[in-house]
């Protein structure tokens, strides 16, 4: 079964910081997308070409938070420190036309399919029970839209398109398997980090200012 990059999510610690991070970063101004009852959060939106977009989310502290960890690892002490500090790429998505087949095939456990909603927008995810990211993020969540078409096709068209998704991790070979597991290895590209490194993911996207670079390693500078 084969699997698609659905979204990239960056987390922060209000939509205004996400949002001026973005528009710092990829010189385009997100438009705000809505609100996550069941999970405590709101989010920013844009279309990244290919049936794919990226996502702001941050708490919602306008709303009764959830009786469970909300999702991304929002409510995870070191996310929370991470995101206090900047913005950051936090993980991906990928989507699928059977989650609960998709999730039957995996070596690693991608949580519980649960509906979701977003104003008329319905989708089951792989929630794990204690909200944490997968493999520090760099596995991605899983989704089944509710959908005839990808909802991206009503998102803002900025201009701007993923080009490229590449992990750096101690253990490659290890996440290569994971990402087989699910029908996603083709859909990244994973390089070795020695043993002692902290795994990062960096995002190419092509934006209206030229070729910029989403990374989930705070304060990440590219060496050349």
Same mark, same amino acid.
């Not at 997308?33 to 709101?42: F, I, L, R």
């Given at each position: ?97 059977? $989650?609960? !087949? =998709? ?6 456990? *991608?949580? &519980?399919? +649960? ?66 597991? $699910?029908? !996603? =290895? ?6 070795? *980090?020695? &043993?002692? +490194? ?27």
């Amino acid at each position: 079964m084969q699997t698609q990059i659905d979204h990239l999510v960056i987390g922060a610690r209000t939509l205004t910081e996400g949002v001026n991070y973005v528009k710092d970063l990829l010189g385009v101004d997100m438009p705000f997308g809505g609100v996550h009852p069941k999970m405590g959060t709101h989010n920013h939106l844009m279309r990244l070409g290919n049936d794919a977009f990226l996502e702001i989310i941050a708490v919602n502290h306008d709303i009764e938070p959830p009786e469970r960890p909300r999702w991304f690892g929002l409510d995870d002490a070191f996310i929370r420190q991470q995101i206090e500090q900047q913005p950051s790429l936090l993980t991906w998505v990928v989507n699928t036309q059977d $989650i609960k !087949a =998709l999730m039957s095939q995996s070596t690693f456990s *991608l949580g &519980k399919a +649960e509906l979701i909603s977003r104003g008329n927008l319905n989708w089951y995810f792989g929630l794990p029970d204690d909200g944490r990211l997968l493999a520090g993020g760099m596995l991605p969540y899983a989704i089944e839209w509710q959908t005839d078409k990808h909802p991206s096709a009503n998102m803002a068209d900025l201009g701007c398109r993923l080009s490229g998704l590449e992990i750096y991790h101690p253990y490659p070979r290890w996440l290569q398997s994971a990402l087989s597991s $699910i029908g !996603a =290895l083709d859909l990244v590209k994973v390089h070795a *980090l020695p &043993k002692n +490194e902290v795994p990062y993911m960096l995002a190419t996207i092509n934006t209206p200012a030229g070729i910029k670079e989403l990374s989930s390693f705070p304060s990440f500078k590219r060496i050349s």
